[in-house]
């Protein structure tokens, strides 16, 4: 596709169930990156990769979350024992710029808006 | 580490009046400095972006923004406000300080409404 996709675009869960969300960047962008926006909030940064490897990981809260990106393209955010305080946006953003070149934009999907009751 | 704060959380303005969504930034490093906008139920899309070049950038929409060193400060400005700018607008700076990944870090955003 022309731009970033994210699935599912909403995901209901109860409370201590696994969740997983997708992110599909624009082809042939190296730089992947999780953000989670709250309500009434800006996008807080989780974890970036460069190619296949998680370069900083730095953002995720807790050993709950965990995200991989297998093939350097597709990107899955796993979130394990899902709480109320869980629930946010997940957005998924990508761009061309490699480490060490980042002067270019990121370019953001719609979101994966979780609700955890 | 760097830093973004939007000084306002909902700005409101009438259709043809100035628009003006104000952003300081701290960062030990020259910044590069973004200014993003969310439409409801729509993406963060990229307005602007300051990267060390001239320091008055404009970008799409009619939406520019001047960069002031002296005034750590990167704010939003548009002539005359048109009922579609309603929307969310978030400043960001890229954390330079980390291996120049790309990272950016966002301030708490700023809602814009038009009044008719």
């Known amino acids: 596709g022309a731009g970033v996709s994210q699935t599912p675009s909403n995901k209901v869960t109860e409370k201590g169930k696994y969740v997983e969300l997708r992110c599909d960047p624009i082809?042939?962008?190296?730089?992947l990156y999780w953000y989670r926006q709250s309500l009434g909030q800006g996008p807080e940064f989780l974890i970036y990769?460069?190619?296949?490897?998680?370069?900083?990981d730095s953002g995720l809260p807790n050993d709950r979350f965990f995200a991989v990106r297998p093939e350097g393209s597709v990107s899955t955010l796993k979130i394990q024992r899902t709480e109320r305080g869980d629930s946010a946006v997940y957005l998924c953003?990508?761009?061309?710029?490699?480490?060490?070149?980042?002067?270019?934009?990121?370019?953001f999907g719609e979101g994966s808006r979780l609700t955890v009751l | 580490a760097q830093s973004v704060t939007q000084l306002g959380s909902h700005v409101s303005v009438s259709e043809g009046a100035l628009v003006l969504l104000r952003c300081n930034y701290s960062?030990?490093?020259?910044?590069?400095l973004f200014w993003y906008v969310q439409y409801p139920n729509q993406g963060l899309q990229l307005l602007l972006k300051?990267?060390?070049?001239?320091?008055l950038v404009k970008g799409i929409n009619g939406f520019e923004a001047e960069f002031k060193k002296s005034e750590t400060s990167f704010h939003l400005t548009k002539p005359s406000a048109h009922m579609s700018d309603a929307a969310e607008y978030f400043c960001?700076?890229?954390?330079?300080?980390?291996?120049?990944?790309?990272?950016?870090?966002f301030g708490q955003g700023t809602t814009l409404q038009v009044k008719p």
């Open positions: 953003a990508s761009s061309q710029t490699a480490t060490g070149a980042n002067t270019g934009e990121l370019f």
């Open positions: 082809s042939g962008h190296t730089a």
């Open positions: 990769f460069q190619g296949t490897g998680a370069a900083d």
């Open positions: 960062s030990s490093v020259p910044p590069y």
């Open positions: 300051y990267t060390s070049a001239a320091t």
């Open positions: 960001a700076v890229s954390d330079r300080g980390s291996g120049n990944t790309g990272k950016l870090i």
